[in-house]
Nanobody
Framework: VQLVESGGGSVQAGGSLRLSCAAS????????MGWFRQAPGKEREGAAA????????YTADAVKGRFTISQDNTKNTVFLQMNNLKPEDSGMYYC???????????????????????WGQGTQVTVS
């Protein structure tokens, strides 16, 4: 399994970015995929997640109404649309994946980093 993130960059407060995570792996359809972020000196936290098979999404309160996770199954790619960015959104953003089908995924599992088996290298987001 390989996860490759892209789309990070520097933006002013109030701006938008769209992150992409391209995934390789024959069992993509059975995955739950999440976006996590980590600021310097802070713990990694979940932002949003999506169950590939049924499209169920989970969004952290800190980003609800501003961030949207979506998928393009024709390209094995998951996106994180980030609007109205704030300086506190700055950090390294990671894509993660775990095989879940046919299990139900709880909110705490979906946004908890220990749940995930595979991780990308991350993409930097800086909001000033």
């Amino acid at each position: 399994v390989q996860l490759v993130e892209s789309g990070g960059g520097s933006v002013q407060a109030g701006g938008s970015l769209r992150l992409s995570c391209a995934a390789s792996g024959s069992t993509y359809g059975s995955w739950c995929m999440g976006w996590f972020r980590q600021a310097p000196g802070k713990e990694r936290e979940g932002a949003a997640a999506i169950v590939i098979r049924d499209g169920r999404t989970y969004t952290a309160d800190a980003v609800k109404g501003r961030f949207t996770i979506s998928q393009d199954n024709t390209k094995n790619t998951v996106f994180l649309q980030m609007n109205n960015l704030k300086p506190e959104d700055s950090g390294m953003y990671y894509c993660a994946a775990v095989g879940v089908f046919p299990l139900y995924v709880s909110f705490s599992e979906a946004l908890g980093s220990p749940f995930y088996s595979y991780w990308g290298q991350g993409t930097q987001v800086t909001v000033s």
